[in-house]
């Protein structure tokens, strides 16, 4: 299958700092990709979709300019988390659609965890 | 956006038993793929299913488009089938996560 990589899996940065995290994907092109944060015991929220070339679309309540996405090139998307606040906490994953014929199916990273001091 | 109930939510199995999770969604979906999440929070894609019926091991999934629903047959389970199951529908190009069932399976 598909793979998708993030970088770094685990990150612990203070308070006020902005912190950088990669999705890339391995073997494929990818002019789509997702970025979701799930906190412990809960599901995945969808944060925005980022779009290769152009800007990030946010979803209702997410700060974009909290969250700075870019997509740069078919196999890279970024993340960055400006000015962390312990709140900001969470564990951050990506996503890109791989097209199988009339089978798209959604291929996810391992995820970032992300603690704020 | 369409909404997506998953039961139950959390289910403790001995070794070797047999279970079914549950996904019922609110609208048609073109798309349902159901996950497991690991204890190291990796989605491993289990089964891309909008309809119909599909075998992979011991997993198995039906889902039924008319009447709104998936399920999810684990049999003969093991305890590295623990963890959390989601099932996610697509809605406009992106997908929405039930909040999933966690499964416990003691040796």
């Known amino acids: 299958g598909a793979v998708v990589s993030q970088h770094p899996s685990r990150v612990i940065c203070k308070s006020g700092t902005s912190v950088k995290i990669e999705c890339r994907s391995l073997d494929f092109q990818a002019t789509t990709m997702f970025w979701y944060r799930q906190f412990p015991k809960q599901s995945l929220m969808l944060m925005a979709t980022s779009n290769e070339g152009s800007k990030a679309t946010y979803e209702q309540g997410v700060e974009k300019d909290k969250f700075l996405i870019n997509h740069a090139s078919l196999t890279l998307s970024t993340l960055t988390v400006t000015s962390a606040h312990p709140e900001d906490s969470s564990f951050y994953i990506c996503?890109?659609?791989?097209?199988?014929?009339?089978?798209?199916?959604?291929?996810f990273g391992p995820g970032t965890r992300l603690t704020v001091l | 956006g369409i909404q997506v109930e998953q039961s139950p939510p959390d289910l403790i199995l001995q070794e070797g038993a047999n279970s079914t999770l549950r996904c019922n969604f609110s609208?048609?979906?073109?798309?349902l793929q159901w996950f497991h999440q690991n204890p190291w929070g990796q989605l491993i894609n289990l089964f891309y299913?909008?309809?119909g019926t599909k075998q992979n091991g011991r997993l198995s999934a039906t889902t039924v488009a008319t009447e709104r629903y998936s399920l999810l047959y684990i049999s003969s389970s093991q305890t590295t089938d623990s963890g959390v199951y989601f099932c996610?529908?697509?809605?406009?190009?992106?997908?929405?996560f039930g909040a999933g069932t966690t499964v416990t399976v003691r040796a």
């Open positions: 299913i909008p309809s």
């Open positions: 996503s890109a659609w791989v097209a199988a014929g009339d089978s798209d199916t959604q291929y």
């Open positions: 609208d048609s979906v073109n798309n």
């Open positions: 996610a529908v697509e809605g406009d190009y992106k997908l929405s």
